[in-house]
């Protein structure tokens, strides 16, 4: 079985080789329309199930249409929609769903429920994010990386402000790919101790610094998230506003970077909060790229899940 649930818990010569496929399979579209089918159809009469317990339009948007251009079908679920909203195990409804799809791909709250889903599922099982980590997010940001400026192994990645799901699997790529990490935030919002200490055990140098413009200089890649995450409350927002405005990523910010250092943002975004409109849509910036890639890194995925 093989479950798609963390970077750091997939071989890293999978990973490189997904994101080899990934290319590829970009590639070999070359430039035909978003619902023609690829010339390859690996899903072809496979049905898979994407289960939504927070919003989305990326990840819902891109696993849809990958799965489509595969030859595919999907089913899109709401979490509240399903009897798992209303008492139902999450083991039940592992071992029901496994009797109708191929693969399921969820996005939850606690990152539990993804595993009890991998535990019970007898078809393989995608994170599609849980409050601790966004394994499919970083997997297109490393190909966009490596699109734009070649291999990402050596080089140094800057994130600013929420040390969230986000950022730990950035530092989970940082081991499997080789490449540094420098977290610039608030102390009350530092990544989790337990991954940092893994990535410095795979080899990568991973660096804490409070000052955002010391620990920017000579970056290769700066990265920044929204300030309040889907499952942060309401009520920690103008705090965490206070704590991270010296954090925001402007243009004073990223002329400390190298020249040309990337600029990258997983989105949605709040415009001029944590990265200004100047960066966003300035020369640096990659998010655009970021988010199309999502659509081939997990047809990558999906494919490397289901061995196809
Ligand atoms: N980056 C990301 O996961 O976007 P969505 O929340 O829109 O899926």
């Keep these: 079985m093989k479950h798609f649930l963390d970077i750091h818990k997939t071989a890293a010569t999978d990973l490189r080789a997904m994101i080899g496929t990934a290319r590829a399979m970009k590639t070999a579209r070359n430039g035909r329309p978003k619902g023609a089918p690829d010339d390859d159809q690996p ?4 049905m898979v199930a994407l289960i939504f317990e927070k919003p989305s339009t990326r990840t819902r948007v891109s696993f849809d249409v990958g799965v489509r251009q595969m030859g595919g079908q999907t089913m899109v ?3 509240k929609e399903m009897q798992l909203g209303h008492g139902e ?3 039940d409804t592992a071992r029901v769903l496994s009797r109708y799809v191929d693969l399921i791909m969820i996005r939850t709250f606690e990152e539990q429920t993804l595993l009890e889903m991998a535990e019970h599922a007898t078809v393989p099982v995608i994170n599609g994010l849980t409050n601790r980590t966004h394994p499919c997010q970083i997997m297109a940001d490393i190909m966009t990386y490596e699109e734009h400026r070649g291999p990402i192994a050596g080089k140094k990645v800057v994130w600013c402000g929420d040390g969230n799901n986000d950022c730990a699997s950035f530092l989970h790529a940082a081991g499997q790919f080789g490449f540094d990490v420098t977290f610039t935030g608030p102390e009350t919002l530092d990544p989790e101790a337990a991954f940092v200490a893994e990535a410095r055990a795979k080899g990568a140098t991973i660096t804490i610094d409070r000052d955002p ?4 200089e000579g970056a290769d890649l700066v990265v920044t998230d929204t300030w309040v995450s889907m499952h942060d409350p309401e009520s920690a927002k103008e705090r965490r506003h206070n704590q991270l405005r010296p954090y925001q990523v ?5 002329a400390k970077a190298k020249p040309d250092a990337l600029f990258m943002h997983c989105l949605p975004a709040h415009r001029n909060d944590e ?4 960066v966003m849509d300035g020369p640096h910036s990659v ?3 970021e988010a199309e890639n999502r659509l081939h890194a997990q047809k990558a995925i999906m494919r490397w899940s289901l061995g196809l």
Aim: charged residues 15%.
């Design 250 to 254: 402007n243009e004073a910010l990223m």
């Design 213 to 216: 413009h010391r620990a920017v």
């Design 77 to 79: 679920l709401s979490g």
């Design 275 to 278: 990265a200004t409109s100047a």
């Design 43 to 46: 899903l072809a009469g496979r």
């Design 89 to 91: 195990t999450i083991a």
């Design 287 to 289: 998010i655009f790229d």
